[in-house]
C-alpha cells in the first residue's frame, strides 16, 4: 500500500519515489505526495520525471485509490508514457492549485463552526465549495458571511492527532459529514484540529493556520430539501 506522506505534512510539493505497480491508466509508487480524491477533495495533479526518457516531465491529470490494493494510482494524461516497474521517479504536485484546495478544505471546517448544525454532503473544487445542512431556517448571506470570516480571522493553528477506530465510533460527534466517512481500515483515524474553534475526523490536506484561507464571500444559501440547505463560498479573490 503506498505511504501517504500529505496525511502528516501537506505542505510537501515533491518526493522521490518507487514505481510499485502499472495499470492501464497510470501507476503506484511505495510513497507520494499526491492527493486523492475522496472525502469531497479532488484529487491533486502535477508531473512525474525520471532519469529515462519514459518518464521526463510527464503529466499527472488525477489521482485516485485503487479499492482492491488501497494503491495510490498516478493517472497520467495520453500523450505520457507510464514509467516501468522499479523505475525512480520525482513526484511533483501542482503547487498552486493544492494550496487553494488545502485552503477551501480547511474553510469548510470553519463554515461548520459558523453554521453549528449536521452535514448532509459537500464538495470541494478550486477556489469556491459548499456543503449542505440540516438546518431549519439558514442566516442571511451577509450575516453567515460576517461570522464565517471572523472565524478565519481568529488565528486559529491547525494540528493533528490521531485516535483509535474504536474511540471515533464512541464519540460520534467527530464524524461531521453523515455523507462522507473519514478514512478508516488502518486502526487509527486522523483528528484535525483548529485551535479551540473546531475538531472533527477528516483524511484531507489543510493548512497550518485559519489566517491563510483568506478572505471568503458566500456565494448563495439554496433550499434543497424541507430542512436541507446548501450554502456555497468562494474566496474573496480568485488567484491563478
Known amino acids: 500500500?503506498?505511504?501517504?506522506?500529505?496525511?502528516?505534512?501537506?505542505?510537501?510539493?515533491?518526493?522521490?519515489?518507487?514505481?510499485?505497480?502499472?495499470?492501464?491508466?497510470?501507476?503506484s509508487t511505495d510513497q507520494t505526495v499526491f492527493y486523492p480524491v475522496g472525502g469531497g477533495q479532488?484529487?491533486?495533479t502535477g508531473t512525474f520525471s525520471g532519469q529515462s526518457e519514459r518518464a521526463v516531465g510527464a503529466a499527472i491529470i488525477d489521482c485516485r485509490?485503487?479499492?482492491?490494493?488501497?494503491?495510490?494510482?498516478?493517472?497520467?494524461?495520453?500523450?505520457?508514457?507510464?514509467?516501468?516497474?522499479?523505475?525512480?521517479?520525482?513526484?511533483?504536485i501542482d503547487w498552486n492549485r493544492r494550496y487553494r484546495l488545502m485552503r477551501m478544505h480547511s474553510c469548510l471546517h470553519m463554515l461548520c463552526v459558523a453554521v453549528p448544525y449536521p452535514v448532509t454532503g459537500g464538495a470541494i473544487r478550486d477556489g469556491s465549495g459548499r456543503l449542505d445542512f440540516d438546518l431549519p431556517e439558514p442566516p442571511t448571506r451577509e450575516d453567515l458571511e460576517y461570522r464565517l470570516n471572523e472565524v478565519i480571522q481568529g488565528n486559529h493553528p491547525m494540528t493533528l492527532s490521531w485516535v483509535s477506530e474504536q474511540q471515533m465510533n464512541s464519540n460520534p460527534d467527530l464524524v461531521r459529514t453523515m455523507s462522507v466517512a473519514p478514512p478508516t481500515g488502518d486502526g487509527d483515524v486522523r483528528l484535525v484540529k483548529f485551535g479551540d474553534a473546531d475538531?472533527?475526523?477528516?483524511?484531507?490536506?489543510?493548512?497550518?493556520?485559519?489566517?491563510?484561507?483568506?478572505?471568503?464571500?458566500?456565494?448563495?444559501?439554496?433550499n434543497k430539501g424541507k430542512q436541507n440547505r446548501r450554502i456555497t463560498v468562494a474566496f474573496a479573490h480568485e488567484e491563478g
Not at 500500500?1 to 496525511?7: D, G, H, I, N, S
Request: glycine content about 8%.
Open 1 to 27: 500500500m503506498t505511504k501517504e506522506l500529505f496525511r502528516e505534512d501537506g505542505y510537501l510539493k515533491s518526493c522521490e519515489s518507487r514505481v510499485s505497480r502499472i495499470f492501464e491508466n497510470g501507476f
Open 42 to 44: 479532488p484529487g491533486d
Open 65 to 92: 485509490k485503487d479499492k482492491e490494493s488501497g494503491d495510490i494510482i498516478h493517472v497520467v494524461s495520453e500523450d505520457s508514457q507510464i514509467p516501468a516497474v522499479d523505475q525512480i521517479v520525482t513526484l511533483k
Open 199 to 222: 475538531l472533527q475526523a477528516c483524511g484531507g490536506t489543510h493548512v497550518s493556520n485559519s489566517k491563510e484561507i483568506g478572505p471568503i464571500v458566500v456565494e448563495s444559501i439554496k
